[in-house]
T-cell receptor, first 115, second 116 residues
């Protein structure tokens, strides 16, 4: 158990629908990062939150949004789903201060299948 | 400038051999270089990481070699075992202006197969 909890583990939904993925970071970590992993694209950074505030954006589609709540858990919302959104979605968290060797800890992911 | 280039894409090594995976980066602001191991259906797991003030770091059978001037770093797996068969990702990140660690930029990954 990495300490980063992602739910659900699997999600099957139809095109055009909306889903919410949830992430609870490791205890004490303030940063949450969302990544998308598909077979041909590797691990693509989507968005980062730090202590409730958006800190960085990567290749996140406008149909996708995220937020981090006061208890530091984060949700990734995917709407108007398309077949191409099928992928593994990972959440990671990192230590609150620079200079540590914790690194980024990843959850076990949510496998999204859009049919 | 944000890319991390990883090679080879796949690697087959005999049991007991040395596996070597290389990465190169361009952004000199990167200050943290981890390697992740990922098994099918699982999340990436941190294997070993290095900061640019060190040229080499060893943890068990895993060693990172870092060449700051060449902007390259590599992972060496000594005495490779079938259980090491997985996909390995190099990555890099730097601090944000707000003081937190920025996001990881990943290489494309190397699929390692260790033959018994």
């Amino acid at each position: 158990d990495s300490g980063v909890t992602q739910t659900p583990k699997h999600l099957i939904t139809a095109t055009g629908q909306r889903v919410t993925l949830r992430c609870s970071p490791r205890s004490g970590d303030l940063s949450v990062y969302w990544y998308q992993q598909s077979l041909d694209q590797g691990l693509q950074f989507l968005i980062q939150y730090y202590n409730g505030e958006e800190r960085a954006k990567g290749n996140i589609l406008e149909r996708f949004s995220a937020q981090q709540f006061p208890d530091l858990h984060s949700e990734l919302n995917l709407s108007s789903l398309e077949l191409g959104d099928s992928a593994l979605y990972f959440c990671a968290s990192s230590a609150p201060s620079l200079g540590t060797d914790y690194g980024y800890t990843f959850g076990s992911g949510t496998r999204l299948t859009v049919v | 400038q944000q890319q991390v280039k990883q090679s080879p894409q796949s690697l087959i090594v005999q049991k007991g051999g040395i596996s070597i995976i290389n990465c190169a980066y361009e952004n000199t602001a990167f200050d943290y270089f981890p390697w992740y191991q990922q098994f099918p259906g699982k999340g990436p797991a941190l294997l070993i990481a290095i900061r640019p003030d060190v040229s080499e770091k060893k943890e068990g059978r895993f060693t990172i070699s870092f060449n700051k001037s060449a902007k390259q770093f590599s992972l060496h797996i000594m005495d490779s075992q079938p259980g090491d068969s997985a996909t390995y990702f190099c990555a890099a990140s730097g601090a944000t202006s707000g003081g937190s660690q920025g996001n990881l930029i990943f290489g494309k990954g190397t699929k390692l197969s260790v033959k018994p």
